[in-house]
């Protein structure tokens, strides 16, 4: 049974940093890219970032690009999202995600 459980969210003021972390269990980790999408609220879930399974590659929405991190430790069966110079249009409920199947989220909230 696949479980991915999203932790690490929280209140920070703009500017500051964030890490997510997901834990995953059930599948073969270390055999599947990764994704992080988000959902802020009255809107659709965007998707935020992707890992391939070995970590060498990674993309970015356009809205995240150069301030958001991906990685993931398959030995730990980890995936992580860093997040720094937040803004408030960050704040959302962030949830990993992997071949159709979806964490509970971790709500982020940027607010002075």
């Known amino acids: 049974q696949v479980h991915l459980v999203e932790s690490g969210g929280g209140l920070v003021q703009p500017g500051g940093s964030l890490r997510l972390s997901c834990a995953a269990s059930?599948?073969?980790?270390?055999?599947?890219?990764m994704s992080w999408y988000r959902q802020a609220p009255g809107k659709e879930r965007e998707w935020v970032a992707y890992i391939t399974h070995g970590g060498r590659n990674t993309n970015y929405a356009e809205s995240v690009k150069g301030r958001f991190a991906i990685s993931r430790d398959n030995a730990k069966k980890t995936l992580y999202l860093q997040m720094n110079s937040l803004k408030p249009d960050d704040t959302a409920v962030y949830y990993c995600q992997y071949s159709g199947y979806w964490g509970q989220g971790t709500q982020v909230t940027v607010s002075s």
């Open positions: 059930g599948f073969t980790f270390s055999s599947y890219g």
